[in-house]
């Protein structure tokens, strides 16, 4: 018999996160915030089709659509198959972090927390793709979302951890209902497709979520630039 064939995905996806307060001390009041997506689909990608955008939401109850402003990203490049690109704030030790590129501030300042990379909680990431008839116009040209890590159209519960100046607000994910700050996140080898269904994504328990989920402050680096494991 022929040997079966690897599956595939349908397209570009978010395959893993990180989030972190600024202020935790093993971060040394840095941002190691990253951002990689996996190409698993059975060629390579032009990732200039492709932009990130974030979006901060400011309380747990307000549901309203995502709006970008100045804060995305336009990719370029091209991403083989089965490769992931790693995006990664400026702040980020390039040794630990190994990153393909740097967007975001430099600065630490809690005053900035709606610039990106600053992923604490309560910033959504979303994966965007040309479209002509999309609804996200972006330096001229129409995008569609097509993946995300976080929704301001998901609600949001206060964080029960330890209390942050800047941020105590989350999204649960995977069952984790106290807080959701300080982890790694990593998308599940069985999603084989992207989602704008942030409820769904997120899920509510550690089975139906399409997320791992790191422990508190356990930072993760082993599966970085790697496929979904």
């Known amino acids: 018999m022929p040997p079966t064939p690897p599956v595939v995905t349908s397209d570009l996806m978010i395959s893993e996160i990180l989030t972190a307060i600024n202020t935790d001390p093993s971060a040394s009041g840095t941002r190691t915030h990253y951002v990689e997506l996996f190409n698993g689909t059975s060629a390579a990608i032009d990732l200039s089709n492709y932009a990130i955008g974030y979006m901060a939401v ?68 979303a994966l965007l793709k040309k479209d002509a008839g999309g609804a996200y116009n972006l330096n001229g040209t129409n995008y569609r979302i097509i993946d995300v890590f976080g929704s301001p159209l998901v609600p949001r519960v206060n964080s029960q951890g330890a209390t942050s100046a800047r941020n105590n607000i989350i999204w649960t994910i995977a069952g984790e209902t106290r807080d959701t700050r300080n982890r790694n996140f990593f998308r599940k080898p069985n999603v084989l497709s992207p989602t704008t269904d942030w409820a769904l994504s997120k899920g509510t328990t550690a089975d139906n979520s399409q997320w791992r989920i790191s422990g508190d402050r356990a930072w993760d680096y082993s599966n970085l630039g790697l496929p979904p494991q």
């Open 58 to 125: 400011t309380d747990t109850a307000s549901l309203i659509p995502w709006n970008f402003g100045a804060n995305f990203f336009l990719l370029r490049g091209t991403l083989a198959q089965g490769k992931c690109y790693v995006i990664a704030s400026p702040q980020a030790d390039p040794v630990v972090i190994k990153r393909d590129t740097a967007w975001g501030t430099t600065s630490t300042l809690a005053a900035q927390a709606n610039t990106p990379l600053q992923l604490s909680g309560n910033s959504g990431i």
